[in-house]
């Protein structure tokens, strides 16, 4: 995805909240004062003039009450727990996913099911 495409939808987010570039910014500051950014930057995001890294995204995609991976997604990029899972099963997770970018989303639920229960197992 493109930033400017990245930057419209985190603008339809932020107006759907009914914040203002400002509020927002107050918003990240509080959630994460780490990662916060400010409003300018924020206009920037948007009007895609600059990449912001995972954990910008991640502090923005939680004070829009957005999915945080599918944020990420957007911007071609993974969370840090799935890119280092990634690298500890890399001989074996893209092939992977090669084998499954056909399965529909009722194989997506069953599948994830499947895992979901072979971890609790685990547990």
Do not use: C
């Amino acid at each position: 995805m493109s930033k400017k495409t990245l930057g419209n939808l985190i603008s339809k987010l932020r107006k759907e909240k009914g914040l203002s570039h400002r509020k927002l910014a107050d918003n990240l500051k509080d959630l994460d004062p780490k990662n916060a950014i400010s409003y300018v930057s924020i206009v920037h995001i948007e009007k895609g003039r600059f990449n912001s890294s995972r954990e910008t995204l991640a502090v923005l995609a939680k004070a829009l009450d957005y999915n945080v991976d599918a944020l990420l997604a957007e911007s071609d990029q993974v969370g840090d727990d799935v890119a280092e899972v990634i690298k500890d099963k890399a001989d074996i997770i893209p092939d992977f996913l090669r084998s499954a970018k056909n399965l529909s989303k009722s194989d997506w639920d069953t599948l994830s099911k499947m895992v979901n229960k072979m971890s609790n197992k685990n547990d």
